[in-house]
């Protein structure tokens, strides 16, 4: 095999200004290079937007590398172009370069590396990971369901460490799902507020109930969920006016002890009773981003482990901590866990890496990738 250079390979992507939902030809690139190392490559565009799935070798274990060739949008207060991927300092900057087109880098250089083995390996790369998430990982999911691949195991690229990479595992987020609370009354006089029926104390109630309320402790694994408002709204103007209506949003983030449902009908049922000691309608909707995850600890994740204290001296720790990612629609598939760069400065200005870093997480892939195959975790 031609071995890859991880930081040529990195600025070549940087300078393709792939801002969600463009490609500009960062998928190209990383395609070719797949091509050159034997990989069988599909184009799997959607909507607006295109993706790319590569696989190398037909065989069972299936090894998989999921990650998003896409970037945000550049901001303000660069000092470098963003998309000159220039390195100084042994710093790479540019837009992408800790999330996360290094690590994709990294990944094809560690898998240029790797002798022949037994199994398979696979690219599965989005352009739509910081967009909706619609036309990107949900349906190159579907897409390898149709045709009955299977992959056994998947690691997630993500800008997921703290100071360096390898130093965090992700092995699973909380979810996170949007409320929105309507309740309506009946709009009056303020001079005669026993001929209306005021909305706002009723809300002001449930949503002191619901902010009190503690969803759980936690876990081994996870932190206590939490419930944040976002919004309190009447809109009214007038001072002589009872409004008819009052609404509020907020947030949860929850952890393995809830799922949405759980969540909804607790929510519906705090309502439905101040509704009825108040008389007024109260109407809940529930929009869910995430459903929370674990991959357990097991024979995979201490692979994992064992494979980063061999190169960084040191085991990383296990965390679920963060926002969400890609990683919630591939574990309905597969065990995955997240593993990557420092995000210190992803979607900001001079977001950058280490040129050390890239090595250093090209070298834990190689290592992976050969204790993979040298025994699979099943
Ligand atoms: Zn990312």
């Not at 790797?114 to 990982?137: C, F, H, M, R, Y």
């Not at 994740?301 to 591939?330: E, H, M, N, W």
Request: hydrophobic share 40%.
């Amino acid at each position: 095999m031609v071995e890859i250079d991880a930081l040529a390979l990195a600025q070549a992507l940087i300078r393709r200004p792939s801002v969600t939902p463009q490609d500009a030809g960062a998928l190209d690139i990383l395609e070719a290079v797949l091509k050159e190392l034997g990989f069988m490559t599909h184009r799997l565009p959607f909507g607006d937007v295109d993706n790319l799935y590569a696989r190398l070798g037909n065989a069972a274990p299936h090894f998989c590398f999921a990650g998003h060739t896409d970037v945000v949008p550049v901001g303000e207060g660069w000092n470098t172009d963003p998309f000159a991927a220039e390195v100084r300092d042994g710093m790479l900057y540019g837009r992408g370069a800790a999330d996360m087109k290094s690590a994709i880098a990294a990944f094809v250089a560690a898998v240029s590396r790797l002798p022949a083995q037994k199994g398979s390996i696979s690219l599965l790369i989005t352009g739509d990971e910081e967009g909706a998430a619609v036309n990107g990982t949900v349906k190159l999911l579907e897409w390898l369901k149709g045709r009955g691949e299977k992959i056994d195991h998947c690691v997630v690229g993500e800008p997921t460490s703290v100071g360096h990479a390898g130093d965090t595992l992700k092995i699973g987020r909380r979810g996170s799902i949007n409320f929105r609370i309507t309740v309506t009354g009946v709009q009056g006089h303020v001079g005669y507020p026993q001929k209306a029926k005021n909305p706002i104390p009723a809300l002001a109630e449930l949503v002191t109930q619901l902010a009190q309320h503690k969803l759980d402790k936690g876990n081994d694994h996870f932190d206590p969920s939490t419930l944040a408002f976002t919004s309190v709204d009447v809109g009214n103007d007038a001072t002589n006016v009872i409004p008819g209506e009052a609404r509020a949003r907020f947030n949860v983030r929850f952890n393995d002890r809830h799922n949405p449902e759980s969540l909804t009908n607790w929510v519906r049922d705090r309502a439905d009773r101040i509704a009825q000691e108040w008389g007024c309608a109260i109407d809940v909707t529930a929009q869910t981003s995430g459903t929370s995850f674990l991959t357990p600890p097991g024979k995979f994740t201490q692979l994992i482990s064992d494979t980063v204290a061999s190169i960084t001296g040191q085991s990383p720790f296990f965390s679920t901590s963060g926002g969400t990612s890609d990683a919630r629609f591939i574990k309905d598939f597969c065990p995955v866990v997240e593993l990557g760069l420092a995000g210190a400065t992803m979607h900001k200005a001079d977001e950058c890496v280490a040129v050390s870093e890239i090595v250093a997480l090209t070298d834990i892939y190689a290592a992976l990738l050969v204790a993979y195959f040298a025994k699979p975790p099943l």
